[in-house]
């Protein structure tokens, strides 16, 4: 399974970050009042030492037991103040980051639903589901405290630092002193985190999609005893990430006994220095109090700058994976005919001939440069209210010309109309609603039976569906058509999610009907009793159908031969078995295995 990778090179957290603007502008109000009350908090924390200098030359040295009180008053209140302004800090974030992590979700799930097949297919799931889960929860996360706190502490260290000069600029340098080795050491810090930060999202992503392949696919593990060899690569891949995430450790550890040690190294400097003042009576004792008060205040701020640093990393690099999936193109929609008005407009049936294919070219977008495309000179023309078969050898591209009709991708070149209309110009629901579909592999999703055929489709169509697909049995089920089925239909037998996705393609009686050899489940009286059905449905409707038994076949009007991307025959099915040898060749049984390519 392909999965995306960072793109290498060098990005900036910064601006990478600031993509994130247009989801966070309409919290901004409250963001910035959260990060404002956070400053305030953390340089009311600051004042702490000046009232503890002033207790100690003044109420201290004087004896005066008062003054003590009152000074301990003043402590008291001023970390009550700063405890309450944390905490509105918190309440005033918590209700907006939520809602900005909740319109990411959403928005991503938009895009992913709006982005073409041919993105899917390249896709690994397990990718985009970490990306609608934990890289969001990674960017709450940075909104609610990295981000402000770097903005807090780097006030607070400013403030403290002032402040100290002040109390006695010799000391204040010494304190200063480990400041460009740290800011060297973050520097580099900040570039090798980056990319291991990215590494590891990117391989949760690919465990994600080994853990969902295993899920989905129990039924085959199980069945063929791999669940060793699923396993193996289970602990291959989340042994390479706790390899990841111990890199990433290492160098947090390794900023941190920077960060930590030098600041530590400087303060103890400092107690020296300014003791030897003190004891020189150059510096009163509530100075140097208060000094090393501040320089210890502003430990927190300082050890934190670490771990802010690689949450802000962890954070870019989530943005970054986000906009990856975010920056796809989505699916081109044709301009809306009445203006603000997104209701499919009335099939217009003056030019009414049918589904017509016209010199199509078709080359899947991840297919090398120089092969040959899928399909070539596709023209094709099935009349109002005819049923086609197409027929041909496995890999012909059966598949990939009948999902050309719902545009589930686009053309390379040529044209496809509906009663004259190019598909293109058409809107998607438009042409949703003029096309239906059913494949042979149905997906049913974790719904009712009755919700899965519908579709949103008008509930009084649902029985007369089940009963042309044969799908009567869904009454028998314990709620009936209000059963909840499995995830993927899985509690109903394979030819059961056959009929109930056959009925799915014909319950809104589209004018054009799709069927991607939808009966290959059925046993053969089920097959014969679904045709019969079908065959009056198909009476009004222009249907291409892909079949491999000549049952299926007899379904329909005629038959088109696709031999190699190209159609090679168009004929009723006695004409082609008469004059075409491949034809009959495919029909007689034996060609179904053989590859076309
Ligand atoms: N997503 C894809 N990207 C690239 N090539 C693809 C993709 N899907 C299918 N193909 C290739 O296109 C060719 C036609 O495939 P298609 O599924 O349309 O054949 P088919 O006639 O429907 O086969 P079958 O009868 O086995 O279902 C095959 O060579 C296949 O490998």
């Given amino acids: ?6 793109t290498p090179g060098k990005r900036s957290a910064v601006r990478t970050l600031l993509r994130l603007w247009p ?33 100690v030359d003044g109420p201290v040295a004087d004896r005066d037991p008062a003054g003590v009180w009152l000074g301990a008053l003043f402590l008291l209140l001023l970390g009550f103040g700063e405890a309450l302004l944390f905490g509105l800090r918190r309440w005033l974030v918590a209700r907006p980051l939520s809602h900005v992590e909740a319109e990411m979700r959403a928005d991503l799930y938009g895009h992913l639903q709006r982005l073409p097949v041919t993105f899917h297919d390249r896709w690994a799931s397990g990718q985009l589901l970490s990306r609608g889960t934990t890289d969001l929860m990674l960017l709450r996360m940075f909104l609610a405290f990295p981000l402000t706190f770097l903005l807090v502490n780097s006030v607070t260290i400013l403030v403290g630092v002032i402040i100290m000069l002040i109390q006695d600029w010799t000391l204040g340098l010494v304190i200063l ?3 460009v080795p740290v800011i060297v050491s973050c520097l580099l810090f900040e570039q090798r985190y980056s990319s291991v930060a ?13 853990v969902e392949e295993s899920v989905l696919g129990i039924r085959i593990i199980k069945g063929f005893g791999r669940h060793r060899s699923q396993a193996r690569a289970f602990w291959e891949l ?7 995430e111990l890199r990433k450790a290492r160098l947090l550890a390794a900023i941190l006994s920077v960060i930590v040690t030098l600041p530590e190294v400087a303060i103890g400097a400092a107690l020296v220095l300014g003791s030897v003042q003190v004891a020189d009576g150059e510096l009163s004792a509530g100075t140097l109090v208060a000094f090393l008060s501040t320089a210890l205040a502003l430990r927190w701020p300082i050890d934190s700058i670490g771990f802010l640093l690689a949450m802000s990393q962890d954070a870019a690099s989530a943005t970054e994976r986000y906009f990856e999936v975010m920056d796809e193109t989505p699916e081109v ?7 603000g008005n997104c209701a499919p407009s009335p099939h217009r ?11 199509v070219r078709f080359r899947y977008p991840d297919a090398a440069s120089d092969s040959p495309p899928t399909l070539d000179h596709i023209d094709l023309h099935i009349r109002p209210g005819e049923s086609m078969a197409l027929v041909g050898a496995t890999g012909s591209g059966k598949t990939t010309l009948t999902a050309l009709v719902p545009r589930l991708h686009e053309l390379t070149s040529g044209r496809i109309t509906l009663d004259g209309e190019d598909i293109t110009a058409m809107s998607r629901e438009e042409l949703r609603s003029l096309v239906a579909m059913a494949f042979e592999e149905p997906t049913l999703f974790s719904a009712s039976v009755g919700e899965n055929v519908l579709m949103g489709a008008d509930s009084h169509e649902l029985d007369r569906a089940l009963s042309i697909a044969q799908a009567d049995f869904a009454h028998a089920l314990p709620q009936g058509t209000d059963t909840k089925i ?34 290959s489940a059925l046993d053969v009286h089920t097959e014969a009793a679904v045709e019969a059905a079908l065959r009056d449905v198909l009476a009004d409707t222009t249907a291409l159908i892909v079949a491999h038994r000549p049952s299926t076949v007899l379904l329909a009007d005629r038959v088109a031969l696709l031999s190699e991307g190209r159609i090679t025959a168009v004929g009723t099915h006695q004409e082609l078995l008469r004059t075409n040898a491949e034809y009959a060749h495919l029909m007689s049984g034996s060609g179904e295995t053989e590859d076309a390519r």
């Avoid at 009414?352 to 010199?359: A, S, V, Y």
């Fill in 486 to 519: 499995g995830e993927q239909g899985l509690s109903l037998s394979g030819g059961q999610r056959q009929r109930l996705a056959l009925a799915r393609a014909v319950v809104g009686r589209p004018r054009f009907l799709v069927l991607d050899d939808p009966l």
């Fill in 333 to 339: 929609e044709a301009p809306s005919r009445g203006a």
């Fill in 23 to 55: 989801y966070v502008r309409p919290v901004r109000a409250r963001l910035f009042t959260a990060a404002f009350v956070a400053v305030l908090a953390s340089c009311t924390g600051l004042v702490i030492p000046l009232v503890l200098k002033w207790m």
């Fill in 177 to 179: 002193a480990p400041a």
């Fill in 1 to 6: 399974m392909p999965t995306t990778r960072a």
């Fill in 349 to 359: 049936p003056a030019a009414d001939n049918g589904l017509q294919f016209h010199n």
């Fill in 198 to 210: 990215r590494q590891a999202q990117d391989q949760v992503g690919d465990l994600t999609t080994v």
């Fill in 238 to 244: 989340s042994r390479t990430l706790r390899g990841t």
